[in-house]
């Protein structure tokens, strides 16, 4: 299987910081990256596919980067609605497979 | 606007069964890789099940494999989790979701997904 790893676990940042988390692949998956962002209670909504791909209707302030096994989801000016958790998930094998979160703090 | 609704989950004893279904509305349904996606209390997200659009190819987590199956039946828009030996550990919220290209051959990410339902093994 592939693992996924993220770090940090957990980020403390205030409103207007430009905020990086970084998810790692045991093995190279190309550019089959998805990013997920989750809300207390709430169902996970895609932001980013193939590594880089920005979903429609998400804001522009979020991007992702990297191919192989090194993955970046960057928020370039965080705002109070972005309090959430993140999970990257590769789509190359299976069993398909997530990180294990990065919450955000504002 | 895609719309999944699960229905089904509840309190089970640990060795019970359970059926988990997915409504869906708004798209045509027989045209997509649909999955079941399962979340722990307090833990991350864990894929379980994968089923392609005509139900030729099902794929599953080695920790499911043999007890639970995944099916759809295109005529209903549904999307089905039949659980049997349920154990302690399959505790969680269980999501339906949808992969994002119509007709593919191949399951990609989750583009859309359902409010989920809860699952408790219990005793």
């Known amino acids: 299987d592939i693992q996924m790893t993220q770090s940090p676990s957990t980020l403390s940042a205030s409103v207007g910081d430009r905020v990086t988390i970084t998810c790692r692949a045991s093995?190279?998956?190309?550019?089959?990256l998805a990013w997920y962002q989750q809300k207390p209670g709430k169902a996970p909504k895609l932001l980013i596919y193939?590594?880089?791909s920005l979903e429609s209707g998400v804001p522009s302030r979020f991007s992702g980067s990297g191919s192989g096994t090194e993955f970046t989801l960057t928020i370039s000016s965080l705002q109070p609605d972005d309090l959430a958790t993140y999970y990257c998930q590769q789509y190359s094998n299976y069993p398909r497979t997530f990180g294990q979160g990065t919450k955000v703090e504002i | 606007e895609v719309q999944l609704v699960e229905s089904g989950g509840g309190l089970v004893q640990p060795g019970g069964s359970l059926r988990l279904s997915c409504a869906a509305s708004?798209?045509?349904?027989?045209?997509?890789?649909m999955s079941w996606v399962r979340q722990a209390p307090g833990k991350g997200l864990e894929w379980v099940a994968y089923i392609k659009h005509d139900g030729s190819e099902k794929y599953y987590v080695d920790s499911v494999k043999g007890r639970f199956t995944i099916s759809r039946d295109n005529a209903q828009n549904s999307l089905s989790l039949q659980m049997n030996s349920l154990r302690a550990e399959d505790t969680a919220v269980y999501f339906c979701?949808?992969?994002?290209?119509?007709?593919?051959?191949?399951?990609?990410?989750?583009?859309?997904w359902g409010q989920g339902t809860l699952v408790t093994v219990s005793s």
């Open positions: 193939k590594a880089s």
């Open positions: 708004a798209f045509t349904f027989s045209s997509y890789w």
């Open positions: 093995q190279s998956i190309s550019s089959w």
């Open positions: 979701a949808r992969d994002p290209v119509e007709g593919s051959h191949w399951a990609e990410y989750f583009q859309h």
